[in-house]
């Protein structure tokens, strides 16, 4: 079992239209949890954290944590065509030393 | 403020050539960050520096990966001698701290071994 999974996609959405995306991990004692986007050619931007359960909004973007069900996901509402990007998850974990994993990303594709 | 400044951007060598890639971390920040990122992969950690004590290294191939990051500040990666799987996207990385690590990260270093 990989420590941080997401679905490869790619995951295609109309513009406008609600995009989900999710990441599960596998160790309980992970504390904190971000999403970056990277554009194709470029490097990793953070675009949301969140380290309690529950809902964080940002804009556009809104992120939900659930440490029982060791999920957290990024929800894009209005989709644009400039969302689309490899979005990947990275969370802190703390047990048998601090360590920040990296999942693979989620490809997303906004259809104009 | 400026971003997390690596150089160079591209590099292409010979197998069994050294190669070094150099990163100047955001102002204040103490803990830096080298990852290495394959297409289609997310990054992957080689070493974590908390000001200049490299504190993690444990994914480092030390037979042929070295890094220094003198005076806490700007951060040195070499490889010495460059092998084909060697060839990805270098991402140096800074956050303020360990706890929030919202870390942020300069454009990379693609690196091709021929």
């Known amino acids: 079992q990989k420590e941080v999974e997401q679905n490869s996609g790619p995951l295609s959405v109309p513009e406008g239209a609600i995009a989900s995306l999710n990441c599960t991990y596998s160790?309980?004692?992970?504390?904190?949890f971000f999403w970056y986007r990277q554009y194709s050619g470029k490097s990793p931007e953070l675009i949301m954290s969140?380290?309690?359960?529950g809902d964080k909004e940002d804009g556009r973007f809104t992120a939900q944590l659930n440490k029982a069900s060791q999920y957290v996901s990024l929800l894009i509402r209005d989709s644009q065509p400039s969302d689309s990007a490899t979005y990947l998850c990275?969370?802190?974990?703390?047990?048998?030393?601090?360590?920040?994993?990296f999942g693979a990303g989620t490809r997303l594709f906004v259809k104009a | 403020e400026a971003g997390v400044v690596q150089s160079p951007r591209y590099k292409i060598i010979e197998k069994k050539q050294p190669v070094a890639f150099w990163c100047n971390p955001i102002?204040?920040?103490?803990?830096l960050y080298w990852y290495l990122q394959n297409l289609g992969q997310g990054p992957e950690l080689l070493i974590r520096?908390?000001?200049?004590?490299?504190?993690?290294d444990s994914q480092l191939p030390k037979d042929r990966f070295s890094a220094e990051r003198l005076k806490g500040v700007d951060s040195t990666l070499k490889i010495q001698p460059a092998e084909l799987g060697d060839s990805a996207v270098y991402l140096c990385?800074?956050?303020?701290?360990?706890?929030?690590?919202?870390?942020?990260f300069g454009p990379g270093t693609r690196l091709t071994v021929l």
């Open positions: 990385a800074s956050s303020t701290d360990r706890d929030r690590n919202e870390q942020f």
């Open positions: 160790d309980r004692g992970s504390q904190s």
């Open positions: 969140i380290y309690s359960n």
């Open positions: 990275a969370v802190n974990s703390y047990t048998g030393g601090f360590k920040t994993i």
């Open positions: 102002s204040g920040h103490n803990t």
């Open positions: 520096y908390e000001n200049e004590e490299a504190v993690d």
